[in-house]
């Protein structure tokens, strides 16, 4: 079996798994991925070949497309993944392999060096002073909060009595958000709870113009 048929058949198994399915986002990354960077170098190879020289072959030519390290090292993640993912009817795969790092020499990824874009204070209160109502808040949220937009946009108030508490949690459960907020709505206390154990993980103080 060639490695681009395998790559198609991993595609299409994280995204119709039970276990955890991998969301659109994340397959169309992994499919730009692919047919971009990595079928073009061991596409056409047999799956039995797809060792570590290939994968040392992979990243050197991502590296010389100056391509960031981050981007190569998802890349080498993912060609590991179609391989592994090829597995006989007991569930073993086919193709055992002992990645060498040292051997395929990708860069490493340095959180300190990667591109981490803030948006300035001065943009966020611009935002915030020319939007109304609903958006106003949000963009608020977003920025006191370090939440997606996706998590967002999920969230629910509901009535408490003094408090007006906004819950979320993902469809995977990893992160919860609790919002307790007083009645003048002038300020927000957002505390990031664990959505298994609404215990708080970390709190932040945003202040939100409603």
Not at 55 to 70: M, N
Request: proline content about 4%; aromatic content about 4%.
């Amino acid at each position: 079996m060639k490695f681009s048929e395998q790559a198609a058949t991993y595609l299409t198994a994280i995204a119709n798994r039970k276990r955890r399915p991998a969301r659109a986002n994340t397959l169309a990354a992994y499919r730009s991925l692919l047919d971009n960077r990595i079928l073009p170098v061991v596409g056409w190879m047999d799956l039995s070949e797809v060792d570590n020289a290939a994968v040392k072959l992979l990243a050197g030519r991502l590296a010389e497309a100056r391509l960031s390290p981050a981007t190569i090292s998802l890349a080498v993640a993912i060609v590991k993944q179609v391989v592994k993912s090829a597995r006989g009817a007991n569930g073993v795969p086919l193709y055992l392999r002992t990645w060498d790092p040292e051997f395929i020499d990708a860069p490493e990824v340095h959180q300190d060096t990667q591109k981490a874009p803030i948006t300035p204070s001065q943009a966020i209160s611009q935002a915030i002073s020319e939007a109304s109502g609903e958006v106003k808040a949000l963009i608020g949220l977003l920025a006191g909060s370090g939440l997606r937009i996706g998590e967002a946009l999920v969230l629910k108030a509901e009535d408490d009595g003094l408090w007006g508490l906004c819950k979320a949690s993902s469809s995977r459960n990893r992160v919860g958000l609790m919002i307790a907020s007083s009645k003048s709505l002038e300020s927000k206390a957002v505390s990031m709870v664990c959505a298994a154990s609404a215990r708080p993980i970390w709190k932040v103080k945003a202040s939100l113009v409603c």
